[in-house]
């Protein structure tokens, strides 16, 4: 791969993954004014499918498992520290 393309790559990579804490900020503010539990499940189950998804494209482009694993855990830590401390 060039660098250059390889570069953007990674952009679009931080990108996807700030809109997935986007989403998950946005659904949990929802979630408080709702109240809706079984509304919850869908959404996380929903979620879990998309980013599952996300990340089997990014392995078929050719980023490394190890980068994927990290940015798995930089996400977990992100939202359940957004939820614990809101």
């Given amino acids: 791969m060039k660098e250059g393309n390889?570069?953007?790559?990674?952009?679009?990579?931080v990108l996807?993954?700030?809109g997935i804490i986007l989403v998950f900020i946005g659904t949990?503010?929802?979630?408080?004014?709702?109240?809706i539990l079984k509304g919850f499940f869908l959404?996380?189950?929903g979620m879990f499918i998309l980013i599952?998804?996300?990340?089997?494209?990014e392995e078929k482009v050719g980023i490394s498992r190890k980068t994927i694993w990290i940015k798995a855990v930089i996400?977990?830590?992100?939202?359940?520290?957004?939820?614990y401390f809101y």
């Avoid at 390889?6 to 990579?13: A, I, S």
């Avoid at 599952?52 to 494209?57: G, N, S, V, W």
């Fill in 6 to 13: 390889n570069r953007n790559l990674y952009f679009n990579m």
């Fill in 16 to 18: 996807g993954a700030i």
């Fill in 28 to 35: 949990f503010e929802f979630l408080k004014v709702v109240e």
């Fill in 43 to 45: 959404i996380m189950v």
């Fill in 52 to 57: 599952r998804y996300i990340y089997q494209l």
């Fill in 75 to 83: 996400l977990i830590g992100i939202v359940f520290g957004f939820f």
